[in-house]
């Protein structure tokens, strides 16, 4: 089946009439992805001729009307039309020089569908006009409906057909349809069950006896155009296909006093032909000229701004503001509001915050105003007024945005409509000026100084209008102004507040064979926690509970949702949350005396399309920009585990994506955090062989595997006997690794660095330990074994910081710090030894290098104490770079807390409060650090008894291995005056 002339591009403004969501939910619904099918007013047929998909256009111009593509099993309703709206046999236009059908060019042979002729004719004029002259022949069974049945949406209220030649050559012999051919008029009636009746009809020619290698050679023109544009022309026509074509031709006919710019949109690779011009009875003749142009494949996942076929876009608009007046000219600034919108205009001025009253104007618009629409004739883009709109109670995306302007322009807010295209998004950008761009109305209000677009369309918005979500985020848009110049782009300064979304599983195991517990916490903000409020508000008891479950069922066989699923909705913030719990059977698995969990971060799924093939011509769209995706989980293992493993972090920064991992293991309690944030939004065709190895960079980097290994395990749980600790365990793994280092310097076959590797090794565990008298002759003959060595200097230095031998450890730090390429942790340990040897302002200019140098947010984090407490002992602010890293998350993962505290950002009660909150191990570990920062903040206090009683309890920890150990002996000697 042909489908000829679709609306030229140019279809009614009637977004937000029946919107229908499909929700993909990636795994265990940690994302939303929301795809909004909108199957009205938009740009929905590209392609002149693409018989697989049952596409091939003709349009006239400014034909303002959608050529609706409905689904095939949409009820059709047979009517009739007015007397002269399609008309068969009429003659021939005299104004076209008409190819003659062409020979099939041998590049054609053995394709199944063949474009021998595409001859476009564009008449500029009252009225314009347009005349295709086409030719198709069909080399395949499979292709024989394409031209068995040619469907002709049209809009006969301002369009008139003529259908002059309709022929069928077969074997050099011409069958002429044209006074025969059955023609029946349909309208869809799936248009007003779809929220919206534009007058559009389809004319459907239907032809018996079609056979491989027939061709079909019509001419058919339509004059008129929508009187909303007026006499202005604009027009677009595909130039290549996705068949090949023989010979192609647009000619344009203008009046010589009536001039229209043109440019070429889309397509990659093909020639883009100059055209060659001339002038006949008082027209301008524009011609060009193609032959051979081969088929174009369209490729999958391609983003929504490129075209992926080559065309050419006609208009007389002169710049975007010449197309900005014109739309004013159909949107009235002086349109009134009905008398019956009294009381609410009055309850709106009664809001005194601007911000308020912008947000209640637009809920009421958007929960009052249903989207519906009936847009005939120049209503296709023209508004109704609101009075009408207010009277029936329902309205496309042009009428609720009049409405909403008006509403907000009497409150004395700054507002105006403004064009957009939900279909290409910032396509508009790459067109000339014309209102063919375009496809839905929004509104832009300018706020406090900042512009902000909302959509009346859409559905449950609430809030604050920075927390709104923004469906046309990077979309460029036309305000309707006067002083309206060029496009703007929509950006959201708060991008990584309303585009994100959290997932938190916690996980825990009473004991290795015991079922495990799962609570999951998902958190939505935007326009993800807006399409998720409508999507549970049409859910009853059961489909949420199924909603929860998600992917979880895939993951872990057997899991049972544990109670009914909390949502937590605030709604001023646009936050919505959703808590679950779940059982687990089986959820830890044995390898080889380790034990195993396997989670589902859900980063790469849905975040880019990745085709089956990278070689292509196109972009690949990015799916996820600009959502940023986070995920934590925590893994409570039997309290037979003791691990110790300090945090530490990962980084992965590649040109299409940016990813952060942190992992830590205390005690029994291990913890993973995965961000991962998009950096664009389409990847080039030649980067792709780059963005799938970055991909499988990303998915080493995350794992997937929470583990406890045998070493970690105690046997306690088994005997029944009294459980060791997670410092225990350290201990032990320290003394085992100097007995172990014992054994093979004793060997005598290690010699130089090897041999000043495995000393330092000693030395440090030694120190470690609480011993350094012992490490210190190991660290001074690894200086000796491997002097050019970074790692032997750092090591002596940090033996003679433990020893409180501070002017050396700042020598042999210094020595290190050259030979070295990670330079970070060598400045934090002379940053401590310049501190405690009084030298403060070295001290934090040592701790502000090891911030700059390291790479690893989580010891990067103890630079930025040290730093913070090193200012404090000064008496100087925190710069605004540290004050800001205390702000982000002052009740995140420890040592957070800590460091909000020593920016005054959390009280002492506080910091104690998050770390009460953790269980064995990890708690005591944490508290090892934490009352040693408590003991620095009372002393930026004054409050020195405080501070002693904080440094004491430290010690008390007995974790001989922390920094933090070690300085409160020295922070105590400094308050008893013998340092």
């Known amino acids: 089946m042909l489908r000829l002339f679709p609306a030229n591009r140019s279809g009614a403004w009637l977004h937000g009439v029946s919107v229908k969501r499909v929700n993909s939910l990636s795994r265990h619904g940690a994302t939303l992805q929301v795809h909004i099918q909108l199957r009205l007013c938009k740009q929905l047929l590209r392609h002149f001729l693409s018989v697989l998909i049952t596409t091939f256009t003709l349009s006239t111009p400014d034909t303002n009307v959608l050529a609706q593509s409905m689904p095939s099993d949409t009820p059709l309703k047979e009517i009739e039309i007015a007397a002269g709206a399609f008309n068969r046999g009429a003659p021939m236009p005299t104004w076209a020089d008409l190819l003659p059908l062409q020979p099939v060019s041998p590049m054609a042979a053995g394709k199944p569908v063949v474009i021998r002729l595409n001859d476009t004719h564009l008449l500029v004029g009252l009225p314009h006009t347009t005349l295709?002259?086409?030719?198709?022949?069909?080399?395949?069974?499979?292709?024989?409906?394409?031209?068995?049945?040619?469907?002709?949406?049209?809009?006969?209220?301002?369009?008139?057909?003529?259908?002059?030649?309709?022929?069928?050559?077969?074997?050099?012999?011409?069958?002429?349809?044209?006074?025969?051919?059955?023609?029946?008029?349909?309208?869809?009636?799936?248009?007003?069950?779809?929220?919206?009746?534009?007058?559009?009809i389809t004319a459907a020619i239907v032809l018996p006896d079609v056979r491989v290698g027939d061709t079909l050679h019509a001419v058919i023109s339509v004059e008129g155009s929508n009187p909303v544009f007026g006499t202005r022309f604009s027009w677009s026509a595909d130039w290549e296909d996705n068949s090949?074509?023989?010979?192609?031709?647009?000619?344009?006919?203008?009046?010589?006093?009536?001039?229209?710019?043109?440019?070429?949109?889309?397509?990659?690779?093909?020639?883009?032909?100059?055209?060659?011009?001339?002038?006949?009875?008082?027209?301008?003749?524009?011609?060009?000229?193609?032959?051979?142009?081969?088929?174009?494949?369209?490729?999958?996942?391609?983003?929504?701004?490129?075209?992926?076929?080559?065309?050419?876009?006609?208009?007389?608009?002169?710049?975007?503001?010449?197309?900005?007046?014109?739309?004013?000219?159909?949107?009235?600034?002086?349109?009134?509001?009905?008398?019956?919108?009294s009381p609410v205009m009055a309850r709106l001025r009664a809001i005194t915050d601007p911000d308020e009253k912008v947000s209640q104007a637009?809920?009421?618009?958007?929960?009052?105003?249903?989207?519906?629409?009936?847009?005939?004739?120049?209503?296709?883009?023209?508004?109704?007024?609101?009075?009408?709109?207010?009277?029936?109670?329902?309205?496309?995306?042009?009428?609720?945005?009049?409405?909403?302007?008006?509403?907000?322009?009497?409150?004395?807010?700054?507002?105006?409509?403004?064009?957009?295209?939900?279909?290409?998004?910032?396509?508009?950008?790459?067109?000339?000026?014309?209102?063919?761009?375009?496809?839905?109305?929004?509104?832009?209000?300018?706020?406090?100084?900042?512009?902000?677009?909302?959509?009346?369309?859409?559905?449950?918005?609430?809030?604050?209008?920075?927390?709104?979500?923004?469906?046309?985020?990077?979309?460029?848009?036309?305000?309707?102004?006067?002083?309206?110049?060029?496009?703007?782009?929509?950006?959201?300064?708060?991008?990584?507040?309303?585009?994100?979304?959290?997932?938190?599983?916690?996980?825990?195991?009473?004991?290795?064979?015991?079922?495990?517990?799962?609570?999951?916490?998902?958190?939505?903000?935007?326009?993800?926690?807006?399409?998720?409020r409508v999507i549970l508000s049409q859910l009853d008891t059961e489909q949420l509970k199924k909603f929860a479950l998600g992917g979880y069922e895939l993951d872990y066989p057997g899991i049972r949702l544990v109670g009914n699923p909390q949502i937590s909705d605030d709604r001023r913030l646009n936050q919505l949350t959703l808590k679950s719990r779940f059982s687990v059977p089986k959820l830890a698995h044995k390898i080889g005396g380790n034990w195993f969990v396997r989670f589902f971060p859900a980063i790469q799924p849905g975040s880019f399309a990745l085709p089956g093939q990278l070689t292509r011509r196109f972009p690949v769209e990015v799916p996820a920009y600009p959502l940023k995706k986070s995920y934590k989980v925590e893994m409570v293992w039997p309290k037979s585990v003791a691990a110790i493993h300090d945090p530490s972090s990962q980084k992965l920064e590649t040109p299409h994506f940016r990813l952060q991992t942190t992992r830590s293991f205390r005690g029994n309690v291990?913890?993973?955090?995965?961000?991962?944030?998009?950096?664009?939004?389409?990847?080039?065709?030649?980067?792709?062989?780059?963005?799938?190895?970055?991909?499988?960079?990303?998915?080493?980097?995350?794992?997937?595997?929470?583990?406890?290994?045998?070493?970690?395990?105690?046997?306690?749980?088994?005997?029944?006997?009294?459980?060791?600790?997670?410092?225990?365990?350290?201990?032990?793994?320290?003394?085992?690794?100097?007995?172990?280092?014992?054994?093979?310097?004793?060997?005598?076959?290690?010699?130089?660095?090897?041999?000043?590797?495995?000393?330092?090794?000693?030395?440090?565990?030694?120190?470690?330990l609480g011993r350094p008298t012992e490490g210190l002759n190991d660290?001074?003959?690894?200086?000796?074994?491997?002097?050019?060595?970074?790692?032997?200097?750092?090591?002596?230095?940090?033996?003679?910081?433990?020893?409180?031998?501070?002017?050396?450890?700042?020598?042999?730090?210094?020595?290190?710090?050259?030979?070295?390429?990670?330079?970070?942790?060598?400045?934090?340990?002379?940053?401590?030894?310049?501190?405690?040897?009084?030298?403060?302002?070295?001290?934090?200019?040592?701790?502000?290098?090891?911030?700059?140098a390291n790479p690893d947010e989580a010891s990067r984090l103890y630079a930025q104490l040290w730093q913070a407490l090193t200012l404090l002992r000064l008496g100087k602010p925190l710069p605004a770079d540290l004050a800001a890293t205390a702000a982000l998350e002052p009740r995140g993962a420890w040592p957070r807390p800590a460091l909000a505290m020593l920016a005054g950002l959390l009280s002492v009660d506080d910091v104690l409060l998050e770390l009460q909150r953790k269980q064995g191990d990890e708690r005591e570990l944490d508290l090892a650090e934490g009352w040693f920062y408590i003991g620095q903040h009372h002393l930026a206090k004054g409050r020195r008894d405080k501070a002693r009683e904080a440094f004491e309890k430290v010690l008390e920890k007995d974790v001989t291995m922390y920094n933090e150990h070690t300085a409160a002996g020295f922070e105590l000697r400094l308050l008893d005056g013998t340092l």
């Open 132 to 200: 295709i002259n086409f030719a198709v022949q069909i080399n395949d069974t499979s292709a024989l409906s394409a031209i068995g049945q040619v469907v002709i949406p049209f809009n006969p209220q301002f369009q008139r057909m003529q259908l002059h030649k309709y022929l069928i050559v077969r074997n050099g012999q011409i069958i002429d349809h044209t006074l025969t051919a059955q023609v029946r008029f349909l309208q869809r009636e799936g248009q007003l069950e779809t929220g919206a009746y534009t007058g559009i």
């Open 244 to 341: 090949p074509v023989v010979v192609r031709r647009v000619t344009l006919m203008t009046p010589k006093n009536r001039p229209i710019n043109w440019r070429w949109i889309g397509g990659s690779i093909g020639p883009r032909p100059q055209p060659t011009e001339s002038v006949r009875d008082g027209y301008r003749l524009l011609r060009f000229d193609g032959r051979d142009l081969a088929g174009v494949d369209i490729e999958p996942y391609v983003p929504a701004n490129i075209q992926p076929l080559q065309s050419l876009q006609f208009a007389e608009y002169t710049n975007w503001n010449d197309v900005a007046r014109w739309a004013l000219s159909i949107f009235p600034t002086d349109a009134q509001l009905p008398e019956e919108m």
């Open 362 to 532: 637009l809920q009421w618009v958007q929960s009052e105003i249903r989207n519906w629409s009936i847009a005939l004739g120049e209503n296709s883009h023209r508004p109704q007024p609101p009075a009408e709109v207010l009277k029936r109670r329902f309205g496309d995306c042009k009428d609720k945005s009049l409405l909403l302007t008006r509403m907000l322009t009497e409150l004395g807010i700054d507002a105006r409509p403004a064009m957009a295209s939900m279909s290409t998004r910032n396509g508009p950008a790459q067109m000339p000026p014309t209102h063919q761009a375009f496809d839905h109305v929004i509104v832009q209000v300018r706020l406090a100084g900042r512009e902000f677009y909302l959509d009346p369309t859409r559905e449950k918005q609430t809030g604050l209008l920075t927390r709104m979500g923004q469906a046309l985020e990077g979309a460029t848009v036309l305000p309707v102004a006067t002083d309206t110049r060029e496009l703007v782009t929509v950006r959201s300064p708060n991008r990584e507040e309303i585009f994100n979304v959290d997932l938190s599983e916690r996980f825990s195991l009473a004991s290795f064979d015991a079922e495990g517990e799962l609570e999951s916490e998902r958190q939505y903000t935007g326009i993800a926690a807006e399409e998720l």
């Open 779 to 852: 660290a001074q003959q690894a200086v000796k074994q491997a002097a050019q060595s970074g790692h032997s200097w750092s090591c002596l230095g940090y033996v003679q910081y433990r020893l409180g031998e501070f002017a050396k450890a700042e020598a042999a730090f210094s020595r290190a710090l050259p030979l070295v390429d990670e330079p970070a942790e060598i400045y934090s340990g002379r940053g401590m030894a310049n501190f405690y040897a009084g030298r403060l302002e070295k001290a934090a200019d040592d701790f502000a290098k090891s911030v700059a």
């Open 670 to 768: 291990e913890r993973r955090t995965v961000v991962f944030e998009p950096l664009v939004a389409e990847v080039p065709a030649k980067e792709l062989p780059r963005l799938l190895e970055d991909i499988n960079k990303l998915q080493q980097q995350i794992g997937g595997v929470l583990a406890a290994e045998k070493g970690e395990i105690t046997d306690a749980e088994a005997s029944g006997g009294a459980r060791n600790t997670a410092l225990d365990a350290l201990k032990k793994s320290m003394q085992a690794q100097i007995e172990q280092v014992n054994r093979s310097i004793a060997d005598g076959k290690l010699t130089g660095d090897d041999l000043a590797m495995a000393l330092c090794l000693r030395a440090v565990a030694l120190s470690s």
